[in-house]
């Protein structure tokens, strides 16, 4: 990302050197800020992982001949399910007559975990309709992974539900590095079959 300076103000901010100027993209640095166009510096400092919140405005500075693209403060999304309401703060429904539900945080994890665990198990599905159809056994390597996957499945969504805030929501998911250089996260991994 460039950003064009005039007058100590940036007017215009781009990823593109030939936004500012067709010949540009050939100039050398010093060439670029005799034209008042600097490569943008990012502060990431109040980026967070946009699967657990929304991250704040960026916003451009300029100062000693540095452009830094800074965020405002990110905000955990909502965790929990938002039943919807208009303006008058009736419940809204849908055409149904149903409540809208906006999902949280929790939901959203939940419903990722539950299609993964799907997925998973998609690959031997084909073991349980022969058994339906024919009789034909089940190997039990395969029941035993069948169970395990949907035992790992609802583990993980019960510590879903019971995290009391986003950053406990995010930290199930995050890996560290423990003295053994094996990374692993709180929630583990799922079974192999």
């Excluded at 940036?10 to 490569?39: C, D, H, M, R, T």
């Excluded at 943008?40 to 109040?46: H, I, L, Q, R, S």
């Excluded at 451009?60 to 008058?88: C, H, I, P, R």
Aim: charge should be negative; hydrophobic fraction near 40%.
């Amino acid at each position: 990302m460039y950003a064009k300076v005039e007058n100590n103000v940036i007017v215009k901010a781009n990823s593109s050197l030939a936004s500012f100027n067709k010949a540009a993209p050939s100039w050398s640095a010093e060439q670029l800020a005799a034209n008042g166009i600097y490569e943008v510096v990012y502060d990431n400092t109040n980026l967070k992982d946009s699967r657990f919140y929304i991250n704040g405005a960026e916003s451009f500075t300029f100062a000693n001949d540095t452009v830094t693209a800074s965020y405002t403060a990110a905000v955990g999304k909502a965790l929990d399910d938002v039943n919807e309401v208009d303006e008058e703060g009736n419940a809204l429904l849908d055409d149904d007559s149903v409540q809208v539900v906006t999902p949280g945080l929790k939901t959203n994890e939940k419903n990722k975990i539950k299609a993964q665990a799907a997925g998973l198990l998609q690959s031997t599905d084909w073991y349980v309709v022969r058994n339906a159809e024919s009789s034909t056994a089940i190997p039990a390597n395969v029941s035993t992974f069948r169970t395990a996957v949907r035992t790992k499945s609802n583990e993980i969504e019960a510590s879903i539900d019971g995290a009391a805030s986003v950053e406990a929501v995010e930290a199930l998911f995050t890996y560290t590095t423990g003295a053994d250089d094996v990374a692993s996260r709180p929630l583990g991994e799922w079974p192999k079959l």
